[in-house]
């Protein structure tokens, strides 16, 4: 498995800022004060699951085929946004 920091978003901007209920201009400026963390992970040879989180929003998907095969948008309480990636 690669390391996720060497992994390029398999996604648009424009894709993750609509996921999590942003402009794609809102989110490249968050994104570049460190607000949004984007994480890429490839799970096989054609499989990539990518998180997006904004504060408490966290959005999942895998990515199958360059195609979105699965998603899902949580809300985290409690929880530092930088402490809810592993």
């Known amino acids: ?21 942003l402009s794609t201009r809102e989110f490249q400026r968050y994104r570049k004060q460190g607000l949004v963390v984007v994480a890429v992970h490839e799970q096989g040879s054609d499989e990539i699951k990518v998180t997006c ?3 408490n929003r966290i959005w999942e998907g895998v990515v ?14 409690g929880v530092r946004s930088r402490k809810s990636f592993c």
């Open 1 to 21: 498995m690669a390391d996720a920091s060497k992994v390029t978003a398999p996604l648009s901007d424009d894709i993750l800022a609509d996921r999590l209920g």
């Open 53 to 55: 989180q904004l504060g």
């Open 64 to 77: 199958v085929s360059g195609s979105i095969a699965f998603e899902d948008v949580r809300f985290v309480r």
